[in-house]
């Protein structure tokens, strides 16, 4: 596999989407079911390789990421061969942005010393899909960029 097998939420969430799946590879419901039952290592294959397509899709149209920590936020920004970043860091350890009230702190306190923001951007050094992964796995979803662009607005980007 390139990526990782989908959870049993999304195969839920994409039922329609895995019986085309199917259907494209010439297996009907009651083949299916026997492949399910008799050969369990081509159903995981199966699993895998539609998990890895959908994956392949989701992250080729991704443009936007973030990802939240205790006292950091993350914003990325990718097109097709390059990655922007603003790290937005509290200075002040209590602050949670993980909780409500820490983002309402920053609302109030973007524009004081309690606050860091930084700016980066980098070529993608290999396959922009995989590292694109590679930043989910570590806790980022993907978003419409609404606060990426509001912080970029605001450092005159």
């Not at 980098?122 to 509001?150: C, H, M, P």
Request: net charge negative; with cysteine; proline share 1%.
């Amino acid at each position: 596999m390139k990526y990782s097998r989908l959870t049993k939420e999304q195969f839920e969430e994409l039922h329609q989407e895995f019986i085309n799946f199917l259907v494209s590879q010439q297996i009907d419901k009651k083949e299916w079911d026997e492949i399910k039952e008799q050969r369990p290592h081509v159903a995981d294959q199966e699993l895998d390789v539609f998990s890895d397509l959908i994956w392949e899709g989701v992250l080729t149209k991704a443009k936007y990421l973030e990802h939240y920590s205790k006292n950091h936020i993350f914003l990325f920004s990718c097109d097709d061969s390059k990655i922007d970043t603003i790290v937005i860091k509290s200075l002040k350890a209590e602050v949670d942005f993980l909780s409500q009230k820490g983002l309402q702190w920053l609302s109030d306190a973007v524009f004081t010393d309690e606050v860091e923001v930084k700016y980066g951007a980098k070529e993608f050094e290999g396959d922009r899909n995989a590292e694109l992964f590679g930043i989910i796995q570590q806790g980022a979803i993907l978003s419409e960029g609404v606060l990426y662009g509001e912080f970029k607005e605001m450092l005159k980007l």
